[in-house]
T-cell receptor, first 114, second 114 residues
Framework: DTGVSQDPRHKITKRGQNVTFRCDPI?????LYWYRQTLGQGPEFLTY????????KSRLLSDRFSAERPKGSFSTLEIQRTEQGDSAMYLC????????????FGPGTRLTVL | DQQVKQNSPSLSVQEGRISILNCDYT??????FLWYKKYPAEGPTFLIS?????DKNEDGRFTVFLNKSAKHLSLHIVPSQPGDSAVYFC?????????????FGQGTILTVHP
């Protein structure tokens, strides 16, 4: 199976620590997206890459958040100086290029900030 | 500003009957709509989509209806099966943008009883 994979699946950290998540998209997909989902809500868009270029960032993505996709394949999302409000499910998705292609989601990384 | 709303947090249906999940949107620029299903501890799974040039799209037991004048879409599942029990999200995308950022509703928990 060559679906979207994310690592780790769960992360517990203390407030103030830095965390980094990894996403490996479907190999032939050149678009990669990060979303955040909190309890009782739908996923909220964070940022988007086409190949290695980060083309859009949501206002939700504060200065403590940074995302990279250095070679246009896997992506990392780093959160610096974590806060309890960062606790959420972080979802990665990928898609082919084109306006009407569905996005395929990974299983997510559950972050808990103590 | 919730641009995509699913006003029913939950729906309970008997096996074999029809499930109807509803979604309303406010942004008239949305031109592509998708439904995703999510099981616990998994990422959302794409179900079915519809372009704004259509008013109906079918895929097996799943049919999506779009009423642009009312800014309303619905997902019909016939017949409903216990394995359909999950959280269902509708999502929408704006026309004129190439990156495909999705805006999600809050989700509806569907429970299908045997």
């Amino acid at each position: 199976d060559t679906g979207v994979s994310q690592d780790p699946r769960h992360k517990i950290t203390k407030r103030g620590q830095n965390v980094t998540f990894r996403c490996d998209p479907i190999s032939e997909h050149n678009r990669l997206y990060w979303y955040r989902q909190t309890l009782g809500q739908g996923p909220e868009f964070l940022t988007y890459f086409q190949n290695e270029a980060q083309l859009e960032k949501s206002r939700l993505l504060s200065d403590r958040f940074s995302a990279e996709r250095p070679k246009g394949s896997f992506s990392t999302l780093e959160i610096q100086r974590t806060e309890q409000g960062d606790s959420a499910m972080y979802l990665c998705a990928s898609s082919r290029q084109g306006p009407y292609n569905e996005q395929f989601f990974g299983p997510g990384t559950r972050l808990t900030v103590l | 500003d919730q641009q995509v709303k699913q006003n029913s947090p939950s729906l309970s249906v008997q096996e074999g009957r029809i499930s109807i999940l509803n979604c309303d949107y406010t942004n008239s620029m949305f031109d592509y709509f998708l439904w995703y299903k999510k099981y616990p501890a998994e990422g959302p799974t794409f179900l079915i989509s519809i372009s704004s040039i259509k008013d109906k799209n079918e895929d097996g037991r799943f049919t999506v209806f779009l009423n642009k004048s009312a800014k309303h879409l619905s997902l019909h599942i016939v017949p409903s099966q216990p394995g359909d029990s999950a959280v269902y999200f509708c999502a929408a995308k704006s026309g004129g943008t190439s990156y495909g950022k999705l805006t999600f509703g809050q989700g509806t928990i569907l429970t299908v009883h045997p």
